[in-house]
């Protein structure tokens, strides 16, 4: 049953994210100012603080459009489906011991489940858009999530495999003594390179790649509808970091210092992390990208799924 | 620099033409030019090409001259147009120059299309430019003006400025029609269909586009993602410049050269000064060369710096682009104190500069040239030693030095095939010759190559300037010459003989004696050439822009057959075009 408790805290729970996923944006371009020489947005506010508020204001009283050639319900339908679909998927993170919406059983896979439907919302907004950019687009999305799911789950499987659970607390509390990324490294970094890909960003921003589609998927999205999708591909950024953090690095586990922070420390110089990749790295063509992730990665995970099942059953023994 | 004379020339082309008599005109640049006549222009140009010993192979440029007002006439016999086509040969670094008389009652050609690939382009601009049709071609329409338009601009009866076009309004016919115009048929472009309407799907991409550096559509005809076939249209930033040089004073004219490859600055003003003070036979001092040479290689640097920023960019480096319009913005600056401006300080002047070099600038330069090297390592490892960056460009968009040459390319596109063909090395003009440089060379004639190519250039103009810094010569700014522009004043107060021409020059602007040269520069992406012809006036007769961008841009097809789109994308990063330079 769910309780008012609950409901309280997803009500803060979005109500914290969503400022969150924009105050991330004005950060990951003050950053990658600070990487390029450059300054970034400094002038709304103490060091451009405001700046996203001033962008959301501006985004949101602009001209609600849909181009007249579009499928209406798909092309309003899409841009909410990603949104939502990476705004579930935080009800399973734990962000410390108290503070988590659910501490579900099956907490991964709800997680692996949530990121395959966000594939529906680039998907459909390359199919409804009726634009031949959006739809190279949506089909580079659409072959690129598949590919990069398949291992994205097979890699998490080690951990599984250690800890003996889809709890992601029963995780967190199972590295306690020493954090996954140790034994299981070449999980961890399929994990992020998979994450990088679910995400869309730099080096794996195919689906929209601005020198070649233009603005691929979302090429005929403008206004709220816009924003949606750029709120959600922050909000995948944060839900990326906030899960290797706590598949693979311990968690909210740390000394000292209140677990909460333990956490958002992690996060954010997760986060930074991938600022910087998108400043430092150029593009592959797709068909590489795939490649590497079909030839490379998978056999690389299957590897690591082999080798840890073997561990642990020679440990059993 | 020619190694054969004229009379040599002659009596190997001569004995190839049966029943006809090649006639000779002497130009201002001693480039050997024949009249032919029209019926024997394709024997003399396949000959040319294909019979002679070290064949003519590359078609260097093509273009017409409207002779209906011009008063000092080349040949005794009335003519109303005149095409030129000039002629290249490698194997002996020698030009050559070929022209046709027409007749106004019958402006036809022969197309030489079936000889030189290349003049594909350059003979649908004469056609759209000057109404003249070539018997042959394979796909005649306009390439500058839009499809609608009425007239044929370069002729000298069509109007030269708004003004005299009456009142434009565009009704909701005309727009309907103007739509219409602009949508994508294949026949129009000579292609035949083939396979099932839904077996591939046409994209435009372009005129608006982040990756095509400007105005420039490419229609592209893809099976999934693959390039089947690639129509590149120019002319949507078509300003009419060459027209325009027949409404300017010889002098007024030099701020829109600038404007033609936006990025080359001052580089732009060298061959159209240099054409000029070749005509007026003016020579300049010793001083003005090194300035000149110095100046044209700070905007080589600048240029292939924002090339090297843009080719990172395209194919999704986000980074380089910033760093290098750091160092750029450095070398603005000490442009602005040399020369009051910044990208386009049209700071050349015939017969000299617009200024001697202001104090201290010894020191700005120097200081740069020692900032920079530590940068360019840092770029070597960011973006040519990066692994990903190999991994899109080495191999894509390849052609061989032969391709290239039947195509038109030149400069570091040329070079980076390996063909060993620098016009500062191989005929040194404003002093190059004084000069210690290397011409870097590429193995592969890829894209990666093209950007190497351009990267050790950067080096090699910093060894020039730095050269010019320590051995800039002391003397005048300006040739004592009575054409020079503005003339010097010195002797002006002092006797009525100067005052007057000074007072007529820089009123009326000069007059340069009837004749015609062309200069050509190795500029910042190939071959920039100004071909002008002077009819004794204040004002060019003729003003013809032969820019680099042109030709590379009609080989995109070659290079795009068979590639994905990302592929299409770093191959014409790796062009480095701006389309002013295209379109003029």
Redesign the interface.
């Known amino acids: 049953m769910p309780t008012l408790d609950l409901v309280l805290m997803i009500a803060a729970m979005v109500a914290i994210l969503v400022p969150t996923a924009a105050m991330l944006v004005w950060f990951e371009r003050r950053l990658?100012g600070f990487?390029?020489?450059?300054y970034g947005p400094n002038r709304v506010g103490y060091f451009g603080i405001l700046q996203s508020l001033a962008d959301l204001i501006k985004i949101l009283f602009k001209h609600d459009w849909i181009p007249p050639f579009a499928d209406r319900p798909v092309f309003v339908l899409a841009p909410l489906i990603g949104a939502l679909a990476v705004l579930m998927s935080f009800a399973v993170v734990p962000m410390s011991p108290n503070l988590m919406v659910s501490d579900s059983n099956i907490g991964l896979l709800f997680f692996l489940a949530m990121t395959s439907m966000a594939v529906y919302s680039v998907v459909l907004a390359g199919w409804a858009s009726n634009n031949?950019?959006a739809l190279?687009g949506g089909m580079r999305a659409a072959a690129q999530t598949i590919s990069y799911e398949v291992f994205m789950g097979v890699s998490l499987l080690g951990v599984v495999i250690l800890s003996g659970s889809f709890k992601l607390s029963d995780i967190v509390l199972a590295q306690q003594n020493m954090w996954y990324v140790i034994p299981q490294f070449l999980g961890f970094v399929i994990f992020m390179i998979a994450g990088i890909a679910e995400s869309h960003r730099?080096?794996f921003?195919l689906p929209e790649?601005?020198?070649?589609?233009?603005a691929g998927f979302h090429t005929e999205y403008s206004g709220i509808k816009f924003a949606l999708f750029f709120l959600g591909e922050y909000l995948g950024m944060m839900l990326i970091s906030m899960m290797i953090t706590t598949v693979f690095l311990g968690g909210w586990l740390g000394p000292w210092l209140p677990p909460i922070v333990w956490f958002l420390l992690k996060t954010l110089s997760l986060i930074c992390f991938f600022v910087l990749l998108?400043?430092?790295?150029?593009?592959?063509?797709?068909?590489?990208l795939l490649e590497l992730g079909w030839k490379w990665i998978l056999p690389l995970a299957l590897l690591n799924l082999v080798a840890t099942a073997f561990v642990k059953l020679w440990g059993d023994f | 620099m020619q190694q054969v004379s004229t009379p040599d020339l002659l009596s190997e082309l001569q004995p190839w033409l049966a029943n006809s008599v090649l006639l000779t005109e002497t130009t201002a640049d001693q480039i050997p030019t024949f009249w032919v006549a029209k019926k024997d222009l394709l024997t003399l140009c396949d000959a040319a090409r294909y019979k002679l010993d070290k064949p003519f192979t590359f078609l260097f440029d093509l273009t017409a001259i409207d002779e209906t007002t011009r008063q000092h006439m080349v040949l005794p016999q009335r003519q109303d147009f005149t095409v030129v086509y000039l002629l290249r040969s490698y194997e002996r670094n020698q030009d050559v120059r070929i022209k046709v008389a027409l007749d106004q009652n019958n402006k036809a050609l022969a197309s030489v299309t079936s000889i030189w690939p290349n003049a594909n382009w350059y003979e649908r601009e004469v056609w759209d430019l000057f109404g003249i049709k070539f018997d042959g071609h394979p796909c005649l329409r306009r390439i500058m003006m839009p499809t609608t338009w009425l007239g044929h601009p370069l002729c000298k009866t069509h109007p030269a400025r708004a003004t005299e076009m009456g009142e434009y309004s565009l009704s909701d016919d005309l727009r309907d029609i103007e739509q219409q115009a602009l949508k994508f048929n294949p026949a129009d472009w000579g292609l035949t269909p083939q396979g099932a309407p839904d077996e591939f799907?046409w994209?435009?991409l372009g005129p608006n586009?982040?990756?095509v550096h400007g105005v420039f559509r490419i229609m592209l005809q893809l099976d999934g993602?693959e390039i089947v076939e690639a129509i590149p249209d120019i002319g949507y930033h078509h300003r009419g410049a060459e027209k325009m040089g027949e409404r300017q004073s010889w002098h007024s004219y030099i701020p829109y050269t600038d404007r033609i490859d936006y990025l080359g600055g001052v580089m732009n003003n060298l061959p159209y000064v240099m054409a000029i003070e070749k005509l007026a036979g003016i020579e300049v001092p010793e001083r003005v060369k090194v300035i000149r040479v110095m100046m044209a290689e700070i905007f080589r640097i600048l240029s292939h710096l924002l090339f090297y920023g843009t080719f990172?960019?395209?194919?999704?480096?986000?980074?380089p682009i910033?760093?290098m319009f750091?160092d750029r913005e450095k070398l603005f600056a000490i442009v602005e104190a040399i020369t009051g401006a910044r990208m386009h300080p049209a700071w050349f002047r015939i017969g000299g500069l617009a200024a001697d070099l202001p104090k201290g600038w010894d020191k700005m330069i120097t200081e740069w040239l020692d900032y920079m090297p530590a940068r360019m390592a840092d770029y070597d490892q960011m973006v040519m030693q990066?692994s990903?960056?190999k991994?899109?460009a080495v191999g894509i968009g390849a052609y061989d030095t032969a391709t290239a040459i039947e195509w038109g390319v030149t400069g570091p596109g040329l070079r980076a095939t390996g063909f060993d063909w620098d016009l500062r090395k191989k005929r040194p003009y404003c002093g190059y010759e004084n000069f210690d440089f290397d011409v870097p060379l590429g193995t592969r004639g890829d894209s990666y190559d093209r950007c190497a190519v351009r990267v050790a250039e950067i080096r090699q103009s910093m060894r020039i300037i730095r050269q010019c810094v320590q051995h800039m010569p002391e003397g005048p700014y300006k040739a004592d010459h009575v054409l020079t522009t503005p003339p010097p004043k010195e002797r002006t107060m002092q006797d009525i003989d100067t005052l007057i021409p000074h007072f007529l020059g820089v009123s009326w602007g000069p007059v340069i004696p009837a004749g015609e040269a062309m200069m050509e520069v190795e500029a910042t992406k190939g071959s920039n050439a100004y071909y002008l012809t002077s009819d004794a006036s204040t004002m060019s007769y003729r003003t013809r822009i032969r820019t680099p961008s042109f030709p590379h841009l009609q080989m995109i097809p070659v290079m795009a057959k068979g590639q994905?789109?990302?592929?299409l994308?770093a191959t014409i990063g790796s062009i480095d075009f701006v389309m002013a330079d295209v379109d003029r």
């Open positions: 990658l990487f390029q020489q450059r031949k950019y190279l730099l080096p921003d790649a601005e020198t070649e589609l233009t998108r400043a430092a790295l150029p593009r592959p063509r797709f068909d590489q | 799907m994209l435009n586009h982040p990756s993602e990172a960019q395209d194919i999704g480096s986000l980074s910033f760093y750091v990066n990903l960056v991994k899109r994905m789109i990302a592929d994308i």
